[in-house]
């Protein structure tokens, strides 16, 4: 009778209008209910069937409603829906195709068709799949809907890891297309022959990319002679081709644990251009001088050449042989010595310089998986960065500050890497914090490369990093842009990196720049200003694949520890007002350690975000960088997480009550 009763619709109309209304995200929880984050410090709950018309991180507006004498919102217009394309593993549901979404906020199924062209016999129980939401509750449809676009990979495929999560970031999961043959293109370049120097290049024992060779004289005056060869794919990939279009469209090499992805065929990045030991190969050289002070004459020559690399050195080799005074895998010639000692000497001036004038970092150890064939997880080691990664590192840095110099000069833009310090609207409350945990700085200061040098210098000598882990939110982040600007991060006044351009792009762009400064050219085109984001996107899309692979590997290898009981010490890293997450110094997974897991009594216990703080009883028990001691509490296959418990146990404090006084009497 009253179905489709406009007086009645009216009606629901204006008492709805009357409801307060807020905009906000939803939170959505494990448990099924959510919350309506309006900003930092307003939220309002959602009961579970509320949470049935939306998915975690919408921007909805909610009516706020008060039932059973509490405020709940009613998500009921979509602003932005937050998930469009999305991964999942398939779930029948009374013979009916279902997706369920891999992400620990979205566990609901949703109900699925396929895409035409793919067959729903092809589609098993738990098979991975990409999948796109076409109907949203808050659209005016009734259910959320979605269509399976392709299926990724079996339920029981053990490189899973791999395939579905190059497929979560849009990434590439093969290599680009090989060609038939190769040519060198016709660059009006005259390449020197360097092929008589004695080249070396340092890298781990598996590398085949080799992109970079050196070759170092220590002269008489204390001075030293350095000559950077870098592997030259754009003298065989021309501006504007298709393989080079591809290659901005990946911007990177693709580096996962166990495997990578290259940006160029392998026909190139592992063999023409890679500069294999004994093997003429065409390069783009740097020579400069370095003062006896690590200081970097501004007499960098760039020219073209061709090298041959007379020894192919490993890292772990090159360090023993100069930390401890031997090898006993490797022994050098009297001139792989000579190039090792002058390197060593030449790197020991640079740290010294940059120590003492510009800005470097602790040394944090790599993680790397050792993987069965079956690609199981055998081990994982730890990997320092020792004297010989060091000394390489001084050579890359030495010469992109080169070529960062020499494109500012001659046409004023190219791909710079640049930071620019402590965010403006953040410089306020970072001069704050410093200066009353013992420092003495102001804006002014910390708005110069100088300023912000001697700043990151004097936290470096501090007893703990607790103040410095404080310090990193008030900063920018590091950018690509084809402006040249200050890296204050590095404590350079500019930096562009030409060093890799097998595995980055944006070095090959700088490539061509630089030899057109080799041919005398005044005038060059200016990079696409698109290219400095899409390399920041890109980038940003690699880290976040490494970091979801290796999470899915943590998992399958520390499954047995919660029954283990096994004790892992960790560094905390983050801290917000549900708990602390922690990276296991062991072996740098990382795990989150909830409030309820340090104590369980949220009375008790204060989770302080912006102090980076976590306090039990009002006395600050854990802070930023400390190192502690966890238990793992458990071990999550399905969203590859872990979760820790600190080995520390606070007391129960009792309460006095006239009962338990009398007992003590």
Not at 219 to 246: H, M, S
Not at 385 to 412: D, K, P
Request: net charge negative.
């Amino acid at each position: 009778m009253f179905q489709d009763n406009p007086l009645l619709a009216q009606l629901k109309q204006q008492i709805k209008e009357t409801i307060p209304k807020k905009e906000g995200s939803i939170k959505a929880t494990e448990r099924g209910f959510g919350f309506l984050e309006v900003d930092n410090k307003t939220s309002y709950f959602i009961p579970p069937a509320y949470m049935k018309k939306v998915m975690h991180g919408d921007k909805v507006v909610a009516l706020i409603r008060t039932e059973k004498e509490k405020e709940v919102a009613e998500p009921d217009e979509l602003i932005e829906q937050s998930v469009e394309r999305f991964i999942g593993r398939v779930k029948m549901i009374r013979d009916k195709l279902n997706v369920v979404p891999d992400s620990p906020q979205l566990k609901d199924a949703i109900r699925a068709k396929t895409k035409k062209g793919l067959s729903r016999d092809a589609l098993s129980e738990g098979d991975w799949v990409v999948a796109t939401l076409i109907q949203h509750p808050l659209k005016g449809d009734n259910n959320f809907f979605c269509e399976i676009s392709e299926k990724i990979t079996e339920s029981d495929d053990k490189i899973a890891p791999w395939w579905v999560t190059l497929a979560k970031h849009n990434l590439p999961n093969q290599e680009p297309a090989p060609q038939d043959n190769w040519e060198m293109l016709d660059e009006s370049l005259v390449r020197e022959d360097l092929t008589h120097l004695p080249f070396i290049t340092i890298d781990s024992e598996s590398t085949k990319d080799m992109d970079d060779a050196l070759h170092t004289v220590a002269n008489e005056d204390g001075t030293f002679t350095l000559t950077i060869a870098i592997a030259d794919p754009t003298a065989y990939v021309a501006q504007g081709t298709d393989l080079d279009k591809e290659a901005r469209e990946r911007g990177f090499t693709i580096y996962l644990p166990g495997r990578n992805i290259p940006m160029l065929p392998r026909q190139l990045s592992d063999d023409l251009c890679s500069l294999r030991e004994e093997e003429v190969r065409p390069a783009l050289c740097c020579r400069v001088t370095v003062l006896a002070d690590g200081t970097i004459v501004e007499d960098a020559q760039f020219f073209s050449a061709t090298i041959k690399s007379q020894g192919r050195l490993a890292y772990d080799n090159v360090s023993d042989l100069l930390e401890t005074g031997s090898c006993d895998k490797w022994q050098p010639t009297d001139i792989i010595s000579e190039q090792v000692n002058a390197l060593h000497a030449l790197a020991k001036a640079r740290m010294t310089w940059r120590e003492t004038n510009a800005v470097t970092f602790p040394d944090r150890p790599d993680y790397r998986f050792e993987l069965s064939e079956d690609n199981d997880v055998v081990a994982i080691h730890v990997d320092p960065r020792r004297i010989a990664n060091r000394m390489v590192e001084e050579a890359m840095i030495t010469a992109n500050i080169c070529a960062g110099r020499a494109l500012r000069e001659h046409f004023g833009f190219g791909v710079f890497n640049t930071h620019a310090g402590f965010s403006p609207e953040k410089m306020a409350d970072a001069v704050e914090l410093i200066n009353s945990n013992g420092g003495n700085v102001s804006a002014d200061q910390l708005e110069t490369i100088e300023g912000f040098s001697a700043l990151r210098r004097w936290l470096n000598e501090q007893e703990t990093t607790y103040l410095d882990n404080r310090i990193r939110k008030y900063q920018s982040y590091s950018e690509i842009g084809n402006a040249p600007a200050p890296h204050f991060a590095m404590g350079l006044d500019v930096y562009a990196t030409w060093t890799s351009p097998i595995r980055k792009y944006g070095d090959m762009v700088n490539h061509r720049l630089l030899k057109a400064i080799i041919r005398g050219e005044n005038a060059a085109t200016t990079p696409d200003e698109m290219i400095g984001e899409e390399l920041a996107l890109h980038r940003r899309h690699h880290r976040m694949a490494e970091r979801d692979v290796a999470d899915w590997l943590y998992v399958r290898l520390l499954k047995d520890s919660v029954a283990e009981k096994s004790t892992f010490t960790a560094e905390i890293f983050d801290i917000n007002r549900a708990g602390m997450r922690v990276r296991l110094l062991e072996n740098g997974a990382m795990a989150f350690i909830p409030a309820p897991l340090i104590v369980d009594n949220k009375k008790r216990i204060e989770c302080n975000g912006d102090m980076g703080t976590i306090s039990v009883d009002g006395v600050k028990e854990f802070q930023l960088g400390d190192t502690i001691e966890v238990v793992l509490a458990e071990v999550k296959e399905p969203t590859r997480s872990i979760v820790g418990k600190p080995t520390r146990e606070f007391a129960v404090i009792a309460e006095k009550t006239e009962e338990a006084v009398e007992k003590s009497e």
